[in-house]
């Protein structure tokens, strides 16, 4: 029985320990921002140029559906920069703000 | 090894209690000290990990150690038992297999809790709602079905042994698979919930949670059919499936787990079906659960479900609970998950995605509706109507058919809209392919074997085998065009070989490419299920000497045998089995007594081959002449289902290998001057 509740009790502090020793700084990672997100819109966006590149080379469709497509990408992408310009010259506009 | 296991459970809720709340506390307390309680709320949740962990090792040894003062241990294993099942005690019983599902939900927490660092913040809200159900099966465990409950009065010698149904080397197996599937479950549920919540700006948290929702598919896909080889291979009705509420059960999450895996592309490429995915992925969550509960608590009768007990309404609550809550935080953050944009053509990706989807559904209501009828009928009508195999396969044939035309369709159509002209180029070559599978099929002699020389106006099952293996067809061709196509443009680049650019193309894409290998896989195993419409089985009595045929095979009863071990009793048939007037193999089908459990179970001998398995019962012996009963089943193109799972699991790994860096560049024109918002999301 005296081994069972040593077991218990070690088990007990090494847990104890383990969750509330803390020691140094913490890892918070960066803030996410709008502009952070639309970054990985635009990578999305740029992937699906990407396959849509592809699979315009493996014949998969007709060059008018192809410009198409592409055109209407492009667009997306065009607008999502533009966005993504402009948030980045706010911040950079105001003093102290952290670029995410 | 009780006391140390009773306290492992005690401590393990306690820490998930702290973790649960401290986590809590830090989300809503934003100031300087939130991200220590967050921190210490995290670490509790890893030492969570290690006290389910010694809580399971205490079980497992106790069995090891026969143990028998261990109520539970007493229930689920003898002496005699062999190693394996003796491990496998864990998950044989109720109290044991919910201490098994507390254990993997800890490990997936673990796990995640570790990759903390990916987006701390919102592994935080995740790692908070991964206390909160861990928090639900921990006082499950500790407070209604506790596997270190100890026996009144004096010490068992023995014990009452394993169910000799679960003594078979896929059941050590089988359980922790489907369990893995289960629970894995939770975790996409969590970072959706979590990224709800706290109106997380994007889809990472897709991208966080791709592997492991595709891994827990894998897992519960593997544990699906785990268990229906398990079936076949012991319970000796000759079938694989046999909608009982069980596989039911399994099946439902897979189903939509599956219908999130294809409408979460949606929303990472074009940011569409937001709604849609949150409510698929929490319905693939909740179907897990409403599956456990309905094993547990002896609600709908089932031939392999625990036995009934009072841990049906802890289910009922928690998930009547776990509704309310998302409920509430769907309602309160919907504006969050606006589309941003919508669904341009009906012929489009986008569409088939869409359409999968709500047949995937379809078929998952089915199979709701049929589960719960008897229950339902009770209630209506004050007597219990169960609904059988033509209910299911009524509707879920058609709808496998139509999910089977849309897996060689959808590849192939563009995102937003798909010209006429793409159309042609793209199914002419498979479509013919396709019809010409059909006329060799139907135009080839009924002598080659069961699916040649089908005459689908003969019977309705004909007809559903032919479409099946025609659309089967289609989808392998649409496959290898993908693959060929993709293949031919690296070629060109690079100047390799066709098999070096398709290992290429591959590489460059293979969540793409191994969701292909998938669909290949889950052609393979419907070609193996229409084989089911040509079974064929007969009984006979025989004597030494006696013969039976069926199909092209005649078998001749040689010997019957007896032998007695420790653990069980049995007898078995020696038969030798001709094909073509050509003695090809001796089959020996078994019959087992078990002695501690004093229950009889049948080991099937099946002589399983590419076109065709012989699957052999024995049945004990007729009480009136003395002679043993045989039984014997033809069941074409088994062996298909099979090959096919192993397919779909190398697919599945091969999607979760990372892509080789793309080498395409990309244009985009110059910047939209004074734009409005790109997208919506904050």
């Known amino acids: 029985m005296m081994v069972v509740i040593a077991i218990c009790v070690m088990v007990s502090l090494a847990s104890g320990f383990y969750i509330f020793y803390l020691p140094g700084k913490l890892y918070l990672g960066p803030e996410k921002t709008r502009a952070s997100y639309l970054r990985e819109r635009k990578d999305a966006v740029y992937e699906n140029l990407r396959d849509l590149n592809f699979e315009y080379k493996a014949g998969k469709m007709p060059d008018a559906d192809y410009q198409s497509l592409k055109s209407s990408l492009q667009d997306e992408a065009a607008t999502l920069l533009a966005e993504i310009a402009r948030l980045e010259s706010k911040d950079a506009s105001t003093p102290g703000r952290a670029k995410a | ?110 796990v995640l809790r570790l990759r903390y660092k990916t987006d701390p913040r919102l592994f935080a809200y995740a790692s908070v709602i991964l206390a909160a159900v ?58 959706a919930l979590g990224a709800l919540i706290m109106k997380y700006p994007g889809e990472k948290w897709i991208h966080i949670t791709r592997r492991w929702t595709m891994v827990t598919w ?47 592309m949606m929303q990472e490429k074009r940011g569409m079906l937001k709604v849609w995915n949150m409510w698929l992925v929490f319905a693939t969550f909740w179907l897990s659960i409403l599956g456990t509960f309905l094993t547990r608590s002896g609600i709908i009768s089932s031939v392999h479900a625990f036995a009934q007990s009072s841990i049906g309404n802890w289910f009922a609550w928690f998930l009547a609970i776990s509704f309310a809550v998302f409920v509430f935080f769907f309602f309160k953050n919907k504006s969050h998950l606006k589309s941003e944009h919508k669904l341009e053509s009906l012929v489009s990706r986008e569409s088939s995605f869409l359409f999968n989807n709500l047949l995937l559904l379809l078929a998952c209501f089915t199979v709701l509706w049929g589960t719960w009828f008897p229950k339902i009928s009770e209630l209506v009508q004050g007597n219990k109507v169960t609904v059988g195999a033509p209910f299911y396969n009524k509707v879920n044939i058609p709808v496998a058919l139509l999910l089977l035309l849309l897996t060689a369709l959808g590849p192939l159509l563009a995102w937003r809209n798909t010209s006429l002209e793409s159309l042609k180029r793209n199914f002419l070559w498979p479509t013919v392919g396709a019809i010409a599978v059909v006329i060799f099929l139907m135009i080839t002699p009924e002598s080659w074997g ?4 089908l005459k689908p106006w003969k019977d309705i099952s004909y007809f559903y085998s032919l479409m099946a293996i025609a659309l089967s067809a289609l989808v392998t061709f649409t496959v290898a065009s993908e693959f060929y196509r993709g293949g031919r443009v690296i070629q060109k680049h690079t100047g390799q070989s066709m098999f070096a650019s398709m290992v290429q193309l591959t590489h460059r894409n ?8 998938v669909h290949f896989g889950v052609v393979v195993v419907v070609i193996g299920l229409a084989g089911a419409a040509f079974n064929q089985d007969k009984e006979q009595e025989m004597g030494y000497g006696d013969k039976m045929t069926i199909g092209s095979y005649t078998l001749i009863c040689r010997s019957y045998t007896q032998e007695d071990n420790a653990n069980y009793r049995s007898e078995w048939a020696v038969l030798d089995v001709y094909k073509g007037g050509k003695k090809i193999d001796t089959l020996t089908p078994e019959r087992r007594f078990y002695h501690a459990s004093r229950q009889a179970s049948t080991m099937p001998y099946i002589r399983s081959t590419p076109s065709e398995d012989l699957y052999l019962v024995y049945e004990g012996l007729n009480d009136q002449t003395g002679k043993p009963i045989l039984k014997a089943h033809l069941n074409p193109l088994v062996m298909w289902i099979w090959l096919g799972v192993w397919i779909i699991l190398g697919g599945t790994i091969l999607a979760l290998v990372p892509n080789a860096p793309a080498q395409v560049r990309v244009t985009v024109p110059k910047l939209v001057e004074h734009a409005a918002p790109a997208v919506t999301g904050d």
Not at chain 2, 70 to 93: C, E, M, Q, V
Not at chain 2, 510 to 517: A, E
Request: a negative charge; charged letters at 10%.
């Open chain 2, 218 to 264: 894998g897992f519960l896909t593997c544990g699906i059919f785990l268990g229906a080889h398990w079936a076949y291979s012991v319970l000796g009705w000759g079938g694989y499936w046999g909608w009982d509420p069980v596989e039911n059960a399994s099946l439902m999450p897979w189903l939509v787990g599956t219908a999130f895996l294809h409408s979460v």
């Open chain 2, 134 to 191: 861990q928090i639900f099966f921990l006082s499950l465990v500790n407070f209604a079905a506790n596997p270190f409950g100890l026996l009144e009065g004096p010490a068992r010698p023995d014990g009452s042994g394993l169910n000799p149904l679960l003594q078979y080397p896929e059941m050590v197996i089988h359980p922790p698979m489907l369990y893995l599937g289960y629970v894995g479950f939770t975790v996409p549920f969590a970072f």
């Open chain 2, 510 to 517: 293979t969540r793409r490419y191994g969701g292909y290998i």
């Open chain 2, 450 to 453: 069961s699916v040649f020389g």
């Open chain 2, 1 to 110: 090894m009780a006391q140390i296991g009773s306290f492992a459970l005690l401590l393990a809720l306690a820490l998930s209690v702290y973790s649960f709340l401290a986590g809590l506390i830090a989300l809503f307390r934003q100031d300087e000290g939130s991200e220590r309680l967050s921190e210490t709320a995290r670490r509790a949740g890893v030492a969570t990990f290690a006290a389910v962990l010694l809580a399971a090792a205490a079980l497992v040894f106790a069995a090891f150690q026969d143990d028998f003062r261990i109520a539970y241990i007493f229930h689920h294993s003898n002496r005699d038992l062999s190693a394996p099942y003796k491990f496998a005690t864990l998950w044989s019983g109720q109290e044991g297999s919910l201490l098994f599902w507390s254990l993997l939900l800890s490990a997936y927490g673990f």
